[in-house]
């Protein structure tokens, strides 16, 4: 059994942990840390997990997290980058949710997350935590930077085209729609239900920090700079994310769909659906999955990709379980074999 | 045309208001105050009203509220009672939208709010503004307590059976479900889209602040000390209050539909259905309506009614304009011939 | 491995049972029937269900259905009385999520659901398959009738007010909210989006056909004629039903909390709150879980319970289930240990 | 004033005509046809018009539309093409809010339509209703084909850059979401609340029937051929289409802002937002407005421009009662003063 122990239990990330953790056959959770709200059961804040989950809130200081065998960060970013190196150097491996590690280059990082970035050293060690372009690393890591909500349902939808050099690298378009719980479990106006039900409306078209790290995992897989016009958008879902992927083809008449079914054949969690498909991000509500179509509509040269995903689960702590289970040489699937919602 | 200020124009009773008094005919928007938003134009805040309202926020410093024949306050409870006195002084009007004068029992009000009453000799003055129990009372107020939202629905749905002596005085139930602007426009969780979407529970089933207002409005209507059972729910709406009313009937004898029907015959604000309605909420969404079906199930002794309203409308902002309409002598529906929005 | 069959497949309770058979230890997948679908997958129907069902849909005559071990009939009323006397001729047992068997008095059923009975003894037969009250007729039976969702929010929540004697039982209320998933996977104008999203309604107040199956019910338990006004609510919610109860009680001394507590103390899939909770219906989202707080406002003598399910998994396929299980001495919670999801 | 008529009352598009006309102060309601249910009083059906609108349904036989002014159709497509010419003989005005007249190559239409069109030639006379480009022939049309929902927010925010000869015509993509009252008030289990709810989904990549009117409409603005790539999504909102268009600019110096406040400066119901501005479709909610933001993200060559309206009122019924108003010589903005409802 592994011991595992979470740094900051009480945002969506942190209580999907929990879930998917506690139906885990491998795992036995050993301390899920708040500091604000150390004492108070698990089950009180999230009743959902009644009979599920038995612990309580620890203060950090008491957690005694150097006994793990993993630690997952579900924080805010900028927590992790200060914990990693003591928890690294006592031997647990780190796996963080949060953005700390997952931009290579530290000046790109700072610009966009407004702060001095704490351990770049621990950055150029980190691996990205995408399972299907970096398994073998994911393997040997130590550390893991989990990747973001977007990017996971971006990168998995442009990749296939991106390898196969059958798109226009400079000018690729991701008009992403995501649930309100992607925004946290955070006391804010805007993501209030009187806000946000019955309205849909973009946000962040003037740049958006999940860019850079799209950019930054397309360019690696492509070679080449790579341009995306990336426009997220709030929609009234709880769970749930829709990138449209729009990408001017080099060559019409390439086979889209047997390249895509054969780029993911041995994934686990990657789905591509039929030829004509249009997955619904419900067909994915609560498990790990990524539900991928391909089309090219009305024959022309533009390629349009549907890429679904859960953002809490393949988008943040199903994905996290994932790399767990590549780090430790457990099934890939083990903990994750919950069957979608729906209705 | 009446010069009205508005104190607080920031949550929700106060872009409703805003919304409300910019279609009507007699009214001049003097000025809106807001200490941490002075400067702000209200069309950045509400974009709805680009267009419509061309204020900006002023700090209540300088807003000259002395200047307006009403001033209505759309604040928290406990602002009202401070400076309402000053207002009166200059002539000017009142219409509290917050709970400082419902209460005539000082002490009762202390006990529910928290608070230290300021201004008690205020109370015994103000009137209770429920034009459908108080509209002559209500011409001659300088000083009117808008009535909460709750007590709208539920008191509008039981006075013509308590007024006629229907039912048993002692033990009647509201069970009464609101949407989330209820709670207001409040960076707070539980009200997050995320955790009230696609959920329903009850809350303050211990007692609601709502409950000794009710009580008290029922009680003068019946003469006789009122028992009551209120159940609020949280529901996931933007808008609408539904009240479900229980009583048991002393004489089933009597033509119901004809009792309420006759009650309301000449109310322009509470639409008395035909037999075997059942309201929905959406058919008053955006209007002052409070529309209301009466049953008695399989013929037994319990009479069930249900009332909705808007909550932001005949709740808190509509009512307010119709108080206001009243005590100046205008058209009582003036400013609030808005057709429901629906679907 | 149980050979498990499903009669009608392509409902909200069918597609629910097949959500819950695909991760059961115990069971095989026989087959899925539907006239109308014959031929299609049942993962093109219900693409959540790509990977966990390989299954098509099979045409009645051709499925086979007397090879299974169980046959669940997720039909509409009228269907499983026509079909049960042969499969259990040919040794198969049967649950019935419909109410074809649910009320014992034929007369009562026929009026109420507007049929004739094509098989009054096999009502007699029946066991009606509420576990925590006929655990143990439901080992025997060959044919049980899978109960309500309503029923069970609404019986579970009274039960032990009523075998304690501490309710007048000819004065029962429930006020009852149900998601539109409630209504089935019907073509119908009403359960539409734009008709019930964002609004709010009472329906059936004259009379819902679960009155007489939760008024049979709980005069079983009395052992008394019980007077109960029942009136259901639309709220949209997917899933989810709240109910909330309201008795009189005869003794203001009884320690209610303990009462719940000791009454379910062993009841895997009923979760009695710590005193002064308020369920929400997302803490059972996916799970057979009811959960249930009991309130005495104000110390007065009205007893509040408040009671809350996922209609289709306690109020369906998962009570159906459990059933299963009990009937074949698996273990109850076989297949039914599903975290529910939040948010 | 004007004696109106609306043949297919009964759905979306006729009830909200009905909402805007009950409140029109030139517009007298002459009849209002359903075959379906003649003798309904509309209120009976849509409660929200309780104590508005007056009228029953009229069988179209007695409907006596030849005494009309003008006849609006909210019909499905295919009937008003029946209908009109004998309306236009009789001197009656009409306006189609269906498909029939909008596509002037009628080999197009049938295609896309799936039928023979029984009137081309009044096709060829009829004006597309689109205000800011066509008011002049509009004042003088006897026929108005009334825009799509679609076709109105892209084209509107498309506009001003083919005008300007600012994007490369070719390669335009409009991703497009609407809420669920786009798809009509008609009984379809993909619309039910339990499929659509808390689910985003695109749908008709491969060719939705808005794709040629948008086509059309923009290659008459350029004088070029457009090519257009157009994915819609269905969203859980009522109402509302958000549409996010980009495209590639030929000179990245021109001021775009300047651009889009200039060319809709006289414009009563296009609302050009200050840079930077994020339109929500609440913000529209209800009104016969389009708010429209531009951005040229990180400074590239890529123009974005966020388009909302409220598909119902500028999409649909709004527009059609601009168009009356423009036809008659009335103020553009009688019966369409309506603020926009938010929360």
């Known amino acids: 059994m592994l011991k595992v122990g979470i ?35 698990v089950s009180q804040m999230f009743p959902s997990l009644r009979g ?10 008491e957690a005694h997290l150097d006994q793990c065998d993993v630690v997952f960060f579900a924080t805010p970013n900028g927590i992790a980058m200060q914990q990693t190196r003591a928890l690294l150097d006592a031997g647990v491996r ?17 610009k966009w997350y407004g702060m001095t970035h704490a351990c770049p050293e621990l950055v150029a060690e980190a691996v990205y935590g ?36 059958l798109v226009e690298e400079g000018s690729l378009i991701a008009d992403a729609k995501s649930g309100v719980s992607g925004a946290g479990r955070k006391a804010e106006i805007p993501t209030l239900f009187a806000e946000a039900s019955d309205n849909f409306k973009a946000y962040g078209v003037a740049g958006h920090r999940h860019l850079p790290e799209i950019r930054q995992g397309l360019t690696n897989v492509s070679g080449k ?42 994934e686990a969690f990657v789905d591509v659906l039929p030829a004509g498909s249009m997955p619904e991000t419900r067909s994915v509500r609560g498990s790990n999955l990524c539900r991928i179509a391909v089309h090219r509509p009305q024959g022309g040269d533009t ?13 943040a702590a199903g994905q996290a379980v994932q790399n767990m289970n590549i780090m430790f040489g457990l099934p890939e699937a083990s903990g994750l074999n919950v069957v979608p919602l729906l209705p």
């Open 7 to 41: 740094v900051g239990g009480t945002g969506y990330t942190g209580v999907e942990l929990l879930r998917l953790l506690a139906g885990h056959p491998q795992v036995q959770l050993h301390a899920i840390t708040s500091r604000a709200d150390a004492g108070t059961p």
């Open 52 to 61: 599920y989950v038995n612990l309580s809130f620890t203060h950090p200081d």
């Open 94 to 110: 780190v796996i963080d949710l949060a953005a700390d590690f997952r931009i290579k280059d530290i000046a790109v990082w700072e």
């Open 130 to 165: 995408l399972p299907e372009v970096n398994r073998d690393k994911i393997k040997q890591a130590r550390l893991v930077a989990n990747p973001g909500c977007y990017p996971t349902a971006v990168q998995l939808g442009f990749i296939p085209l991106i390898e196969a050099g």
């Open 225 to 266: 700079p790579v341009g995306l016009t990336f426009v997220p958008h709030l929609t009234p879902l709880i769970r749930g994310i829709h990138a449209t992927l729009y990408g001017r083809l080099k060559n019409k008449d390439a086979d889209l769909q047997a390249l895509f079914e054969q780029r993911y054949a041995d």
């Open 303 to 315: 390629v349009v990709v549907l890429s679904v995903i859960d953002n809490l689960v393949k988008g």
